[in-house]
């Protein structure tokens, strides 16, 4: 269902600056949670995911943190380049898969200025 | 590149008219999931197959049906247009038959109703 959303609709930050976008989730019995970016005219691409069991996990200039108790979720990434311009969109599915494929909330416009 | 392709890339028709979207899944990805996108609505969940079975079900309207064939291949097909329809609709696959985990997304049909 509508579980997932994110606190702000764009972010700016500055080249070479580390960027964190986040979101907040109300289902306690999410098991699994999904970061996805979109770039313009393109489908979502997915970027890392992390099990309700771990609290973080790191891909390549990308962390992401769970914490389960206050339902948050954030999105870290380092040194921010040009072509990390995009909506960022988190998604979860509780366990067992959950029936309503993902759940994506309306994104974060995340955009670098020079 | 992630493997998904989707035909055509552009669709302008007339309220009323139907069309058909085509996907064709990764190779080796049994599942198939459509998706439609618009600026009011984000990315919202239509429907999943699983190896030519319905898996699941997300806001779907009536008018809307869509169907994977045994090569795996998927169309989804909208009657009876309107013009609230016009959206990106994309496709994803994935390899597994539980609903939600990573999926690779097709490039997107934009569809315009007039």
């Known amino acids: 269902g509508e579980s997932v959303g994110l606190h702000l609709p764009t972010l700016s930050v500055q080249e070479g600056d580390n960027s964190i976008i986040n979101c907040a989730y109300s289902n306690s019995a999410s098991d699994y949670f999904i970061w996805y970016k979109q770039e313009s005219g393109k489908g979502p691409q997915f970027i890392i995911d992390?099990?309700?069991?771990?609290d973080k996990r790191q891909g390549q200039r990308v962390t992401v943190l769970l914490n389960k108790t206050v339902k948050h979720l954030s999105l870290q990434i380092a040194a921010t380049q040009p072509g990390d311009s995009a909506v960022y969109f988190c998604a979860d599915i509780p366990s067992g898969g959950g029936a309503d494929g993902l759940t994506f909330g309306k994104g974060t416009h995340l955009i670098i200025q020079p | 590149d992630s493997g998904v392709t989707q035909t055509p890339k552009h669709l302008i028709t007339a309220t009323g008219q139907r069309v058909t979207l085509r996907c064709s899944p990764r190779?080796?990805?049994?599942?198939v999931y459509w998706y439609q996108q618009s600026l009011d609505q984000g990315l919202q969940f239509l429907i999943q197959?699983?190896?030519?079975?319905?898996?699941a079900k997300g806001n779907i309207l009536e008018r809307f049906s869509a169907q994977q064939f045994p090569d795996l291949h998927s169309e989804l097909n909208l009657s009876s247009l309107e013009l609230g329809d016009s959206a990106l609709y994309f496709c994803a696959s994935s390899p597994r038959w539980v609903a939600g985990y990573e999926q690779y997304f097709g490039p997107g049909t934009r569809l315009t109703v007039t």
């Open positions: 190779s080796g990805d049994l599942s």
């Open positions: 992390i099990r309700s069991n771990m």
């Open positions: 197959y699983y190896n030519g079975e319905e898996r």
